[in-house]
């Protein structure tokens, strides 16, 4: 088999895998959207190995969208980002479009199309499709909001504690982790591991390429704080904590159980042998101090303290949106 | 092949002598769907001598099957009742073929050309049909 295409790896590229004409069947399958496979073609590999792949090189959030650097896309197709809660086939919806001028594309889109709440508390995905293309691409991140501990010193469930949108979806109870919003929640694997237990749970039973783990106590973490954890995350994939002391905390950007190639073991990475318990260390240099107020509710007086906050700048939003020349903007 | 409807198939090589055809090189005409369908089977089985407009015009179909005669076929010249050094022939063809499809824009526009052999275990004495 010879295959000649502006898509192919070319420059003379073969490689020793069996092929038959049922490679070819499955390939021609795969490209129409063909289905049931034919005959042996059910059974057959096909002969993708022959062409190029779609490859995102980089991925970050950005201060106005998400950015996106895609090689091997075909210059003149029209590329479609889009974003889904639950990752279902008929659950996507478009973000954005853009047409490749040049094999390696850089493609920004606004992340205002996605609903706040959803964005900032839900398991969210993003990917990117080419349409006329064969071929599809994704890029998907998961955001994991860990709630139901035992809340002892706060002495009612925070998981509960509602600020504007509520942090997750359900009822959690406690001594659960790892509850993802929109996705159910789940049971620890290990339980009574502390956080760490529900980190280790979301990657376990992750669908993404990385998890984004946030705390259900931490009301006033960023959207930018998030991008830049992403950004830094894809930058180097390995488990990033947000360092406000010197102790590792939440959010956390850690790998998902989706590329096999990122899917190291969170757990093993933060557990050192015999601690067996939340008590995690830092695997890495955690990640630079960042911008804006971490603030974590541990106890009824912290309670007052995220409302207090909060009101005051619901009243600043609301007189913004009344005189936004006076309020500088 | 009815999801494939729509798409043509392409056939003769080099059509000049209606012997040279053979329908064992065109697996479409097995098709219940084309087989006792005639006018889906002429909209869809057609001379390769079209294709070059088609090329030119770039209205060409979505899946091509470009299949060669007994002259083009790569076997011996001993059997089938093709012209001698055939071999040859069908090497030569496929080089003054190719470079019209290759200047298309359904070519370089995504496109794709798979050559297929058969009746081999080894490059060198494959056929193409």
Redo the contacts between chains.
């Keep these: 088999m010879i295959v000649l295409s502006p898509r192919a790896k070319g420059g003379g590229y073969s490689n020793s895998i069996y092929y038959t004409h049922s490679a070819a069947l499955r390939t021609f399958q795969n490209i129409f959207g063909v289905r049931p496979y034919l005959g042996d073609a059910l059974f057959s590999n096909d002969l993708s190995d022959l062409f190029k792949t779609l490859q995102i090189s980089s991925a970050q959030w950005t201060k106005d969208g998400f950015s996106l650097t895609v090689t091997n896309v075909t210059p003149g197709k029209t590329n479609f980002d889009q974003f889904s809660t639950d990752l279902a086939a008929a659950n996507w919806t478009t973000i954005g479009t853009n047409v490749a001028t040049v094999p390696w594309q850089t493609i920004t889109d606004s992340i205002r199309a996605i609903p706040r709440p959803i964005l900032s508390h839900h398991r969210a995905a993003l990917k990117v499709v080419w349409r006329g293309a064969a071929m599809k691409v994704k890029f998907n991140c998961g955001i994991c909001v860990l709630a139901g501990g035992l809340s002892a010193r706060m002495g009612r469930n925070k998981g509960r504690l509602r600020l504007g949108h509520a942090p997750c979806s359900g009822n959690p109870r406690r001594g659960e982790y790892a509850r993802p919003a929109g996705a159910g929640h789940s049971r620890d694997l290990v339980p009574r591991c502390g956080p760490i237990g529900g980190v280790h749970t979301a990657q376990k039973t992750s669908r993404f390429e990385a998890e984004l783990f946030l705390a259900c106590d931490m009301p006033f973490v960023s959207a930018e704080w998030l991008a830049a954890l992403l950004a830094a995350f894809h930058r180097q994939p390995r488990a990033l904590f947000t360092a406000v002391t010197a102790s590792p905390a939440f959010p956390v950007a850690a790998a998902g159980g989706f590329a096999g190639r990122r899917g190291a073991d969170f757990a093993k990475e933060v557990l050192a042998p015999g601690t067996g318990s939340g008590a995690a260390r830092a695997p890495h240099p955690p990640a630079a101090r960042p911008p804006g107020r971490f603030f974590n509710v541990n106890c009824p007086a912290d309670w007052q303290t995220a409302r207090r906050t909060w009101d005051a700048r619901q009243k600043r939003r609301a007189a913004r949106r009344r005189n936004p020349r006076k309020s500088g903007l | 092949m009815a999801?494939?409807s729509g798409?043509h198939q392409r056939d003769q090589y080099s059509g000049r002598e209606r012997r040279q055809y053979l329908a064992r090189h065109n697996p479409f005409v097995f098709f219940d769907e084309v087989r006792t369908n005639l006018a889906y089977c002429t909209n869809h089985v057609r001379p390769y001598t079209e294709l070059a407009a088609d090329l030119t015009n770039n209205t060409v179909a979505?899946?091509n099957f470009l299949t060669p005669n007994l002259t083009n076929d790569m076997h011996s010249a001993a059997t089938g009742g093709g012209v001698p050094q055939k071999s040859f022939r069908g090497t030569d063809g496929w080089a003054r073929e190719?470079p019209k499809i290759?200047a298309s824009s359904a070519?370089?526009?995504?496109?794709?050309?798979?050559?297929?052999?058969?009746e081999s275990t080894e490059v060198t004495t494959a056929h193409l049909a």
């Excluded at chain 2, 070519?107 to 058969?118: E, K, L, P, T």
């Design positions: 999801d494939l798409k979505r899946f190719m290759l070519y370089s526009n995504g496109g794709a050309i798979f050559i297929g052999w058969d």
